[in-house]
Every structure is written in structure tokens, then in C-alpha cells.
């Protein structure tokens, strides 16, 4: 499969994880692709893995997505990589980074609020900054944001009022930024996700997990590979009349 662009994927370290599914699908659709992660030794080698198993280009390298000095250093390593013709120009970004929180409002403090705030809303910003403007001058681009159902109905999954706050934030910069570049090529759109099965709910308990997947209509929660299809079309050539929308994937649990 010849590779002509590269997706890149924020958050796709963690074993289990969403983003690790995302970037293979990517390279199954044959993206070339970059990996920015926390760890950035992590980073490379599962870069390399989902790579080697594709044949496609890869790279992996540290950014804390809420630290600007960070993912300028990553921005950077990337388009050496790029001049190089070790890796073809960037056409996807998918903004997965994100933590969330489980802490009842009253028991928040302002740390927790900026930190959940930082890694999810300003993570998302950031990294967006850094990697838009090659796409504007290639004209194509496909930006997908990670949100959440905890944004559109309250929580009510796990995370609660920093998370569910900073994924809407996510939805109001995807609309504002794809009404802003919405004739340059590059679209912009965002993922809602209900409750997937990954590491992220950090204290969950069987009791909670069994409560999350019966109070979703299918039954269960999602597959990271079911999260994964959603970016890979979003990705897609075909998704070049989606522009600011949003994709809701939540097993029937928050229909609007
Ligand atoms: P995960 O914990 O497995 O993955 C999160 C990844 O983000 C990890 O690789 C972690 O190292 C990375 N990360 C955290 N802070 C970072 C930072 N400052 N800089 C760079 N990387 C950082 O969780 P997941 O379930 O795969 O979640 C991925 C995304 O999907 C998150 O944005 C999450 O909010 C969102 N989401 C998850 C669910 C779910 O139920 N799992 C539902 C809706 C949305």
C-alpha cells in the first residue's frame, strides 16, 4: 500500500487505549503515523509495532499536548521528519490525549479543574495550532477531535463537571475553527463516544462497569476498534462534506 500522507494521533501510548486503535487503523488504511504521547519511548515503539505490521512510515516521540514548549518540540521533530522524506506531509490529526475525573464538584480544587481543563480542552488547541498550518498549505487536511456523551448530557458515564466541561469546550472549538477554515480543504469535526473499554476509568469497579454497560441500550460499551471506524471515515476522502459536525457513538444511550 503506498502512503501519501500521515495521520497523527495524540494519546494512542496506552495499551488498550482508544488511540492505539485509532492509529492502527489508520495505518491499515494506509496513513503513515506519528504517535505523541506522555512517553515518548512508548510512543516510538508502538509507532514502530503498528508500523512494521502495516507497512507503513512511523513516528513516535514525546508531547505533554498541554505544554506549548512540548509540542513545539514534538511540531518540530515531526516536520524534520517530513523534510526529510522520512515520513510523507501531515493530512490527518486526531486529537485522542485526555483524561478524565470522577471527583464530585464540591470535592474539585482549582488544580484538578485546570489540569483536566489542560490536558482535554488546551491539549486539543495546542496541538491543532501546531499541525493545522501545514495542512492549510497543502489544502487538505482532516482534524478529528476527541469529545465525549459527557459533554452533550451531563456525565453521568464516570467523568463528571471538569471533564464533561472540557469535552464540550472540545465541540465549541471544533464548530468555531471548521466555521473559520471551512473552504481551505481541511475539515474539522469531532467524536462522541460513550463509555468504551479501555483503562481510563481509573478506580472503576466491576459494579460500576456492570451499572455503565446496563444503562446502554446495546448493552455493553463500545469496542476501541468501533471508536476507531469513526475516525477512520472522518479521515476518509469520502468525508469531505463534513465540516464542523459531530459524531455520536454510544450504543443508544444519548440520542438527540
Ligand atoms: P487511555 O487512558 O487509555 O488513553 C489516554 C492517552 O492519553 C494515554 O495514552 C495517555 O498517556 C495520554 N495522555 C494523557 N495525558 C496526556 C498529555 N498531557 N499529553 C499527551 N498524552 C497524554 O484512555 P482512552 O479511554 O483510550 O481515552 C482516549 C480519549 O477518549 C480521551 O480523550 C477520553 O477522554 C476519550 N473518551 C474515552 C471514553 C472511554 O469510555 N474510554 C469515552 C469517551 C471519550
Known sequence: MTTTRTAIVTGAASE???????????????????????????AAHVAAEIGAR??????????????EASVETARAAVAAEVEAGRLPVVGTLANI????????????????????????????????????????????????????????????????VPYSAAKAAILGFTKALAREIADSGVTVNSVTPGAVDTNIRVGTTPELEARIAADIPIGRVASTDEIASVFAFLSSDGASYLQGTNIDINGGSHMH
Open 16 to 42: 488498550r487505549g482508544i488511540g492505539m486503535a485509532v492509529a492502527d487503523r489508520y495505518a491499515a488504511d494506509g496513513w503513515a503515523i506519528v504517535i505523541l504521547d506522555l512517553d515518548g519511548e512508548r
Open 54 to 67: 502495516h507497512g507503513v512510515a512511523h513516528f513516535g516521540t514525546t508531547a505533554n499536548v498541554a505544554d
Open 97 to 160: 490525549a485526555g483524561i478524565t475525573s470522577p471527583v464530585p464538584f464540591l470535592e474539585t480544587d482549582l488544580a484538578l479543574w485546570n489540569t483536566v481543563m489542560a490536558v482535554n480542552a488546551t491539549g486539543t488547541y495546542l496541538v491543532t495550532k501546531a499541525f493545522l498550518p501545514p495542512m492549510l498549505e497543502a489544502g487538505f487536511g482532516r482534524i478529528v477531535n476527541m469529545s465525549s456523551v459527557s459533554a452533550q448530557r451531563g456525565g453521568g458515564v464516570f467523568g463528571k
